[in-house]
C-alpha cells in the first residue's frame, strides 16, 4: 500500500475507533457488576444509589428466575433443550 493509501486510511480508522468506544461505553451502562461496584462503593461512603441499586435488583431478580426456570429438580441438571 502506498503512503497516500495510509493517510486516506486515517480517518476512516479515527472514526471506527470512535464507534467502538461509544458501542463500549454503551455496553457499560448495562452491565451488572459495575453497578454492583457502584452499590458497594457508595454504601461504604453512607449514600445509597438507587439506579445502582435497582440495577443490581432487577439483575438478581432476573438471573434467578431464569436459573428456576432453567433447573430441573429430578435429574438435577439443565434438561431444557434451547433450539
Not at 461505553?25 to 435497582?54: C, M, Q
Request: proline share 4%; aromatic share 14%; with cysteine.
Amino acid at each position: 500500500m502506498e503512503p497516500l493509501g495510509y493517510l486516506l486510511a486515517t480517518p476512516a480508522i479515527f472514526l471506527t475507533a470512535l464507534i467502538l468506544g461509544v458501542l463500549g461505553l454503551a455496553l457499560s451502562l448495562f452491565n451488572p457488576f459495575s453497578h454492583g461496584v457502584e452499590l458497594i462503593r457508595f454504601t461504604l461512603y453512607g449514600k445509597l444509589d438507587w439506579v445502582n441499586l435497582a440495577v443490581v435488583v432487577g439483575c438478581l431478580v432476573l438471573f434467578f428466575g431464569l436459573a428456576l426456570w432453567g433447573y430441573q429438580s429430578r435429574s438435577g441438571a439443565l434438561k431444557r433443550k434451547f433450539r
